[in-house]
């Protein structure tokens, strides 16, 4: 499928007028975030480098947020933003994750989720999702034992015997 080079892509205008209100953001917070002094010479002004990023960046997102209305491509566009969307999805596992980590364990957590994402990306034979397992076990076993990632134990460990508990604790 090809695209016209004069023709906007649908998600061109969403994604350039995005980017714009941002460099506009950014260049409303330069006089608090960057200042000018009286002494010294204009390029080795604290605020002079950035000053000129962010103007440029205003400058030509706006010089691309005109040409993109201008060879405006609507149809389409909803489709576009719902695939930005449904990207959010993973940024709710990944919260969900972290939530889960202090209360159910990184070693269970782990490996609950990597064959819960494998499941969620489509996976359904049972040797796939062994695997999936496998590799949340292994991605345990290489950052706390291997490297030495310091990840607090689950709240869910204090309800397993006292040796294991310190195990369960040290090591997963």
């Keep these: 499928m090809s695209v016209e080079p004069s023709k906007a892509k649908p998600g061109e205008i969403l994604f350039v007028g995005l980017f714009f209100a941002a460099a506009l953001f950014l260049l409303t917070q330069l ?42 491509a609507k149809s389409g566009l909803g489709a576009e933003v719902a695939i930005w969307v ?31 994402l494998a499941l969620r990306m489509g996976y359904r034979k049972p040797a796939t999702l062994f695997y999936a397992g496998v590799s949340g076990l292994a991605i345990v076993v290489i950052f ?26 040290l090591n997963f």
């Design 86 to 116: 449904r990207a959010f999805e993973y940024v709710g596992w990944f919260m969900i994750y972290v939530i889960a980590v202090p209360r159910i364990g990184y070693l269970p957590c782990t490996i609950v989720f990597t064959v819960l």
């Design 31 to 72: 006089g608090d975030q960057a200042k000018f002094s009286a002494k010294g010479k204009l390029f080795a002004q604290p605020a002079f480098w950035p000053a000129v990023g962010v103007i440029g960046m205003v400058l030509f997102t706006g010089l691309h947020l005109l040409t993109t209305l201008r060879h405006r």
């Design 144 to 169: 706390k034992t291997i490297l030495g990632v310091k990840i607090p134990g689950g709240a869910i460990y204090e309800h397993l015997p006292d040796g294991m508990r310190s195990f369960m604790i």
